[in-house]
């Protein structure tokens, strides 16, 4: 079980991650109207390798370059790859307030994960804390149940792999940097973006977009540093709860950036998503009740 401290430690985290990846989306959307997805998605890893690679030395880890080979973290590589081109196909076929609703149910299946895996006993208040969060996500996006077809099948994939992902993450030891994790996983989604270039019609690269993507690259590649420190840090009833704030991010570029203004119901529904993570914390300073934890010895 984790302490109040740790708990925190996860949260700051995840937090920050869920910003930095909303800022990475944004510029990824901006980016996606010039470049069709498997480019804009190849491109960006390029940049994001980069910058693995500068954080990897900048921490001076690159003695542990070694373990990119790890069984389990080539595994969650090839999981991440999965989710990111069951993404973006989806992403082509689906509302974005649809694609979002499910991919948000992240948290829910992470809490079931556990509980039916054994890792976790999660209590019933923190089990129906996470349901209202997201119940504040439908709120805020409320998606057509009409268009919930194949590719929204494909979507729900994209959410159950995201859920073992941050599971499997709490399986690598903590001999492995987080920077080489990310590393790994960032090597790996590139191959697979390429993968799916090969049936594209690829634009020039010389363009402003190339830019949004090397910045994209970089909040990404932070972002997935800090998931991997939160998911490693904290008890997993707790932590999964607060992806939900990447709502209240991207409400927020929203209006800035495209002039959206949420109306009263979403407006309600981010009182729920906010709600839902101050009470599951609440909860875990009253009353722990997670009782087991993957053991973050050596990586097989």
């Keep these: 079980m984790a302490s109040a401290a740790q708990n925190r430690r ?6 920050m991650a869920m910003s930095l990846f909303v800022g990475s989306d944004t510029l990824m ?3 996606r109207e010039i470049y069709p997805a498997g480019q804009a998605l190849a491109v960006r890893a390029i940049f994001a390798i980069t910058a693995g690679i500068v954080l990897v030395f900048l921490f001076r880890e690159g003695r542990h370059l070694g373990k990119l080979l790890k069984p389990y973290v ?3 590589g090839v999981i991440e790859g999965t989710v990111a081109l069951t993404f973006m196909w989806s992403l082509g076929k689906l509302p974005l307030a649809n694609i979002t609703a499910i991919l948000m149910a992240s948290p829910i299946i992470i809490v079931v994960m556990a509980v039916l895996l054994g890792i976790e006993s999660v209590g019933w208040r923190r089990s129906l804390a996470v349901v209202v969060g997201f119940l504040g996500v439908l709120l805020v996006i ?3 149940p009409e268009n919930f077809d194949i590719p929204a099948i494909v979507a729900l994939i994209s959410a159950i792999l995201v859920g073992a992902r941050d599971l499997l993450t709490r399986k690598i030891g903590s001999d492995i940097p987080a920077t080489v994790v990310t590393l790994s996983t960032t090597v790996i989604v590139g191959a697979s973006s390429l993968g799916l270039g090969l049936f594209e019609t690829w634009q020039p690269a010389w363009r402003l977009e190339t830019l949004y993507l090397a910045a994209a690259a970089v909040l990404v590649t932070i972002g997935s540093v800090l998931t991997v420190i939160a998911f490693r840090s904290g008890d997993i009833g707790v932590i999964s709860g607060y992806r939900y ?3 209240v991010f991207a409400v927020l570029v929203g209006y800035l950036v495209w002039g959206d203004m949420p109306d009263a119901w979403a407006m309600a529904g981010i009182a729920l ?3 839902s993570g101050l009470y599951t914390l609440h909860r875990q300073r009253v009353r722990p009740d997670s009782k087991l934890q993957i053991e973050s010895g050596p990586t097989p």
């Design 10 to 15: 996860g949260i700051i985290a995840l937090l």
């Design 29 to 31: 959307k901006l980016a």
């Design 74 to 76: 080539l595994l969650r």
């Design 142 to 144: 409320r998606p057509a």
């Design 245 to 247: 704030s990447v709502v």
């Design 273 to 275: 998503i906010v709600a």
